[in-house]
């Protein structure tokens, strides 16, 4: 991949009415199901997520078939508008398995190309809310292609993986194998799902331990490779959507508090050192805002440059969400390191966030190989 030119596309990075009012539905929706105290209480159970939540967005709004062409029961939007309800999620830092259903493993299965069976029919209960659909990959995992933990011995499919984000909440997992890409109950006989203790526990996590287990194969081993690859790729480039969106909040409710809170008969968000931490954070959110509608944008247009364009999004996205999360913290004073306020939960989401799906360095090392420069 050469460097952009004077031919490459100017990409949109502007919100179209029709993704401000998407926008306002899920917002609307979260600030009336999700508030911080619903969270909080949320994660102290042990069902983080709320079915009637989850109903009404990926059913009522349509949010679940945003990727899924007409004809296959979706909506027929595309990356743009998943984006948007990604934005809002994380703003609200919500427990909804939209990333991983509703972008990674629908764009799996949309990668596989199949008109009819088990796939497609699959797909359209995805796309209607009705199922939850999980990769049975590491949430922390790096580029995809490497050996696979899952074996086909006798029919039957065999290995653990560790760290499965959702899988829990999911009805089906789709396992990746060394023979190719099959769908696995969680409920069936030979499937342990096993639930850890995760960092972030706002999107939790699992060991998959598959003994004999049998399981329905949606694609032979190349085409699963490039379908996960697919998956992965728009998981990533989404992420940064969800990582802007929690960035966004940190940033505003930063300002807000230090308008409030009054030290030495001023508000501290008047000392000239605090304005400029604030300020540079403001920078940095409104160029991760650039970066992940590029990223967003490429996916919907199906560019080229698109594996560019997310790498850069999740090399840049990951460190400002991280910053915005641990300013929040810090310029709450004492209120922001207690449990009840729930800058913690936007720290952790952003940690997280900041390893899944390849590192920033790994995404680093991306750009550099797929970029070349040219000669000066």
Same mark, same amino acid.
């Given at each position: 991949?050469?460097?952009?030119?004077?031919?490459?596309?100017?990409?949109?990075?502007?919100?179209?009415?029709?993704?401000?009012?998407?926008?306002?539905?899920?917002?609307?929706?979260?600030?009336?199901?999700?508030?911080?105290?619903?969270?909080?209480?949320?994660?102290?159970?042990?069902?983080?997520?709320?079915?009637?939540?989850?109903?009404?967005?990926?059913?009522?709004?349509?949010?679940?078939?945003?990727?899924?062409?007409?004809?296959?029961?979706?909506? $027929?939007?595309?990356?743009?508008?998943?984006?948007?309800?990604?934005?809002?999620?994380?703003?609200?830092?919500?427990?909804?398995?939209?990333?991983?259903?509703?972008?990674?493993?629908?764009?799996?299965?949309?990668?596989?190309? /199949?008109? =009819?069976?088990?796939?497609?029919?699959?797909?359209?209960?995805?796309?209607? $809310?009705?199922?939850?659909?999980?990769?049975?990959?590491?949430?922390?995992?790096?580029?995809? $292609?490497?050996?696979?933990? !899952?074996?086909?011995?006798?029919?039957?499919?065999?290995?653990?993986?560790? $760290?499965?984000?959702?899988?829990?909440?999911?009805?089906?997992?789709?396992?990746?194998? &060394?023979?190719?890409?099959?769908?696995? +109950?969680?409920?069936? +006989?030979?499937?342990? !799902?096993?639930?850890?203790?995760?960092?972030?526990? &706002?999107?939790?996590?699992?060991? !998959?331990?598959?003994?004999?287990?049998?399981?329905?194969?949606?694609?032979?081993?190349?085409?699963?490779?490039?379908?996960?690859?697919?998956?992965?790729?728009?998981?990533?480039?989404?992420?940064?959507?969800?990582?802007?969106?929690?960035? =966004?909040?940190?940033?505003?409710?930063?300002?807000?508090? &230090?308008? +409030?809170?009054?030290?030495?008969?001023?508000?501290?968000?008047?000392?000239?050192?605090?304005?400029?931490?604030?300020?540079?954070?403001?920078? +940095?959110?409104?160029s991760a805002r650039a970066a992940a509608r590029n990223a967003a944008d490429a996916l919907a247009s199906g560019s080229p440059d698109a594996p560019l364009a997310v790498a850069v999004a999740q090399a840049y996205c990951s460190r400002v969400a991280v910053r915005?999360?641990?300013?929040?913290?810090?310029?709450?004073?004492?209120?922001?390191? &207690?449990?009840?306020?729930?800058?913690?939960?936007?720290?952790?989401?952003?940690?997280?966030?900041? /390893?899944?799906?390849?590192?920033?360095?790994?995404?680093?090392?991306?750009?550099?190989?797929?970029? =070349?420069?040219?000669?000066?």
């Amino acid at each position: 991949m050469t460097a952009p030119t004077d031919e490459t596309p100017t990409p949109d990075l502007l919100y179209s009415e029709a993704e401000e009012d998407l926008r306002a539905a899920v917002r609307s929706l979260l600030a009336d199901r999700s508030d911080a105290p619903t969270v909080l209480a949320r994660v102290e159970s042990d069902t983080p997520y709320d079915p009637q939540l989850w109903k009404a967005l990926a059913a009522d709004i349509g949010a679940a078939g945003l990727l899924v062409p007409e004809e296959l029961g979706g909506q $027929g939007a595309g990356h743009r508008e998943a984006a948007v309800v990604l934005e809002e999620l994380g703003r609200g830092v919500t427990p909804a398995p939209y990333l991983t259903s509703a972008v990674v493993a629908t764009e799996i299965l949309l990668a596989l190309s /199949v008109r =009819e069976g088990p796939a497609t029919s699959l797909l359209g209960e995805l796309a209607a $809310g009705r199922r939850v659909a999980v990769l049975a990959a590491p949430f922390a995992a790096g580029r995809p $292609g490497g050996a696979q933990p !899952v074996a086909v011995v006798a029919d039957t499919l065999e290995g653990t993986v560790t $760290g499965v984000a959702d899988a829990a909440a999911a009805d089906v997992l789709l396992v990746p194998t &060394t023979d190719g890409l099959y769908a696995v +109950e969680p409920g069936a +006989e030979g499937v342990a !799902v096993e639930p850890l203790v995760p960092l972030d526990l &706002t999107r939790p996590l699992a060991t !998959v331990t598959l003994r004999g287990a049998a399981g329905t194969r949606l694609a032979d081993g190349a085409s699963a490779v490039d379908a996960v690859r697919r998956g992965l790729l728009a998981g990533a480039g989404l992420l940064a959507s969800e990582q802007l969106g929690l960035a =966004e909040w940190c940033l505003t409710e930063t300002v807000r508090y &230090t308008r +409030e809170r009054h030290q030495f008969n001023r508000p501290v968000g008047s000392f000239q050192a605090l304005k400029h931490r604030m300020a540079q954070l403001w920078l +940095e959110v409104v160029s991760a805002r650039a970066a992940a509608r590029n990223a967003a944008d490429a996916l919907a247009s199906g560019s080229p440059d698109a594996p560019l364009a997310v790498a850069v999004a999740q090399a840049y996205c990951s460190r400002v969400a991280v910053r915005a999360a641990e300013e929040c913290v810090q310029l709450h004073g004492g209120i922001g390191m &207690t449990w009840e306020h729930p800058a913690h939960l936007y720290l952790k989401r952003a940690k997280a966030d900041s /390893v899944a799906y390849g590192t920033a360095g790994q995404h680093r090392a991306t750009v550099a190989e797929l970029v =070349e420069l040219p000669a000066p």
